[in-house]
């Protein structure tokens, strides 16, 4: 089957954060044996030598098969089983990966659609107790997880619990939750640990479905995570459903966690309910969790509820959350009533909303733009700093019953009412430096400019803007929604944009830089090297991808641009020879430097540092030649993390390096490196 109901194009940007890979030399400790290769196909024959005759014609078999640490690639095809569900795996730690050719050989996404049809008779793939598992280049879809969390439904596409799960460059569509009853999960249920998914598309799943009980609740209708940590980025999630007859939440829903990344998404067209009942949070609902960051998403037209709702765009509850870089636009709580059409904050842990763009929202009782309120003391907490907040239904920003607002450089217009609280005993909002420009501004606060701001249609300012050198410094912002250097002429401006743009500069449809505070990104689709410096061999750019090549020793080519706590990621390919990887918090001619590298002589993963060459933390594995792996490195103070395809490998601790250069580096080799990006961490 040539064509998969959806499809990723991104070839895998693994991690919000990227790898370094460190080079060969020093000593190793003995190599762990290389883990087993297990082909499936149509046919269960014609698998090709790697796979050293482990040849299957299900998903389930390669599974059963496979012992812990296995790969199991599966070919192009739809693939189904007579229980309904694809594969079943328990107390085992596999990579799963799509996209191959018959023989398992050939590895090529775009040509090769690897699809896992439950035929609706369970969860697609079911994970219990498993360690770490990557699902890689897959299409998930027909799956039912009625019956997975006792009397309620989890996990129609990936049901993972006690696993640390990371999905790559995968579609999950269609897919159930449950068939009756409350449900969580309509595409991705994950509970317990540690869940990563990257550059993914999660569309039209739905939690909960039946619509015979007041009690069929649906929450996540895209993804739900209970307890437990997420990194979510480069995702499209789209067009999910919480419940069709009760309460629920839509896109994204995080429950109890304890650390969260939510960064550069497209989190679109979502439902949280489709009947009368309220819902919660359309886009993204964040209720009782911790150390949430929500970054340089796009969260747009999702709806909390049919008719009524809390949160059209995101609803926050009992949560230390910050929403930062979010282009926050045309959502809604329903059409008949519901508050807080941006944003709903109900929490007494501070919630902070900096950088973002809030336009456009709608609710249908009161607080179109941001709503925050509480039902006694004490009271709901929220923090706006140099947020544009424009053009929402009726408020725009509303502390209701039990609430304190603190407000610096926001730039509020077009609005009925611009700031406003509803009863001044139990609530107050403290306002500094803000430009209003509204029908009605009962609440001004102190130092707030009263004038037209003069904004382009996508809420950029235009020369002449009153907003223009206006604001407060804010010590800890140092960046716009865009990522651009704030201030830029000595002084702080007032909203989510710094500077001007020309009167004739107009996006419509809005469209932004959805990438936080980035360094520098380069996909090599220009044809040349700018920006680059090479240290020993040839270095070419083919046309769409960088290679080097250097038999001698070392090689290095290292880009113009500088970071100290980064992440750092990228695709290399060791064609042949020796090793390749990463080089971060590099000298400029990357002799002194931390590397993340591949070595396939010594069958390793390593992170090390020079001068003098030493090997900080290594991970033994086979590093097979001619064949892509995305490194991520995060590097925060002295705590540096490398990751190997989506998976955390090492971690050390080491201080001698606090800033540098980046760049990439190959010992005795031919490799291509493609997609390098780094961006500085939040």
């Known amino acids: 089957m040539k064509k998969r109901l959806f499809h990723c194009t991104l070839a895998v940007l693994l991690g919000l954060a990227l790898a370094t890979l460190a080079l060969w030399l020093g000593t190793m400790p003995p190599s762990q044996a290389a883990p087993n290769i297990h082909c499936v196909n149509a046919s269960g024959t014609g698998c090709g030598p790697e796979c050293g005759g482990n040849c299957h014609g299900s998903v389930q078999d390669a599974v059963e098969a496979a012992i812990s640490g296995d790969e199991i690639r599966i070919a192009d095809g739809t693939y189904t089983d007579p229980a309904g569900t694809v594969a079943g795996i328990a107390n085992k730690e596999l990579v799963m990966r799509g996209g191959y050719d018959p023989s398992c050989s050939d590895h090529d996404p775009e040509v090769y659609q690897t699809v896992l049809d439950a035929q609706w008779g369970g969860s697609v793939v079911s994970i219990t107790n498993a360690g770490d598992v990557l699902l890689h280049f897959l299409t998930f879809t027909h799956g039912d997880g009625t019956g997975n969390c006792d009397t309620t439904g989890c996990g129609g596409g990936i049901y993972a619990t006690g696993t640390n799960l990371h999905v790559g460059g995968c579609v999950i569509t269609n897919n159930v939750a449950g068939m009756t009853g409350g449900a969580y999960g309509g595409g991705i249920y994950v509970y317990n640990n540690h869940v990563d998914v990257w550059g993914s598309r999660i569309v039209s799943n739905t939690a909960a479905v039946a619509s015979s009980s007041s009690s069929e609740y649906g929450y996540g209708g895209g993804i739900y995570v209970q307890v437990g940590s997420a990194s979510l980025w480069e995702n499209e999630i789209l067009d999910n459903v919480g419940s069709v007859n009760h309460g629920g939440s839509g896109g994204i829903h995080l429950s109890n966690v304890t650390h969260a990344d939510v960064l550069t998404n497209t989190i679109r067209g979502n439902r949280a309910c489709l009947s009368n009942y309220n819902g919660n949070g359309g886009g993204l609902a964040i209720d009782d969790s911790a150390a949430v960051y929500v970054a340089g998403n796009r969260i747009e037209d999702n709806w909390a509820g049919y008719l009524a709702g809390l949160g059209g765009g995101v609803y926050v509850r009992v949560s230390d959350a910050h929403l930062a870089r979010n282009v926050i636009i045309n959502n809604t709580t329903g059409t008949s009533s519901g508050t807080g059409g941006g944003v709903y ?249 931390y590397d993340v590298i591949l070595d396939a002589v010594d069958g390793a993963f390593k992170i090390s540092e020079r001068p003098p060459y030493q090997v900080l933390d290594s991970y033994s594995m086979t590093v097979e030649r001619n064949h892509p792996y995305t490194i991520k490195v995060v590097a925060d103070g002295s705590t540096i993390e490398a990751y190997l395809d989506g998976v955390k490998r090492l971690t050390v601790t080491d201080g001698t390096y606090s800033s540098g250069q980046l760049g990439v580096i190959l010992f005795q080799s031919t490799a291509t490196y493609d997609d390098l990006q780094a961006w500085e961490t939040p």
Request: proline share 6%; aromatic share 8%.
């Open 345 to 593: 904050i109900l929490s007494t842990t501070p919630v902070t909303l900096s950088n973002n763009l809030i336009a456009g929202n709608a609710a249908a009782t009161r607080g179109g733009g941001v709503y925050v309120v509480r039902g006694g003391s004490p009271p709901s907490q929220a923090i706006l700093v140099n947020n544009t907040i424009a053009d929402n239904s009726d408020s725009g920003v509303l502390a209701y019953n039990y609430s304190a607002v603190t407000m610096t450089n926001n730039l509020i217009a077009g609005h009925t009412v611009g700031i406003t609280t509803t009863t001044t005993a139990t609530s107050s909002v403290s306002a500094d430096h803000n430009l209003l420009w509204n029908d009605s501004d009962p609440i001004v606060g102190t130092n707030s400019i009263l004038e037209d701001p003069l904004l382009t249609p996508d809420y950029h300012l235009r020369e002449g803007s009153p907003a223009l050198n206006a604001g407060v410094p804010i010590p800890w912002l140092t960046t716009d929604l865009e990522g651009n250097t704030r201030p830029q002429d000595g002084e702080y401006d007032i909203g989510a944009y710094e500077g001007t743009v020309p009167w004739e500069y107009v996006y419509l449809p809005l469209v932004v830089k959805n990438y936080p505070l980035i360094i520098f990104s380069d996909d090599f689709e220009d044809g040349t090297l700018t920006g680059w410096t090479s240290n020993n061999g040839t270095w070419t750019n083919p046309g769409t991808y960088m290679r080097g090549e250097y038999t001698l020793g070392n090689g290095w080519n290292i880009h113009s641009s500088t970071g100290g706590n980064i992440v750092y990621q990228g695709t290399v390919n060791l064609l042949s020879g020796n090793a390749v990887g990463l080089v971060f918090r590099s000298s400029a001619d990357g002799t002194s430097s």
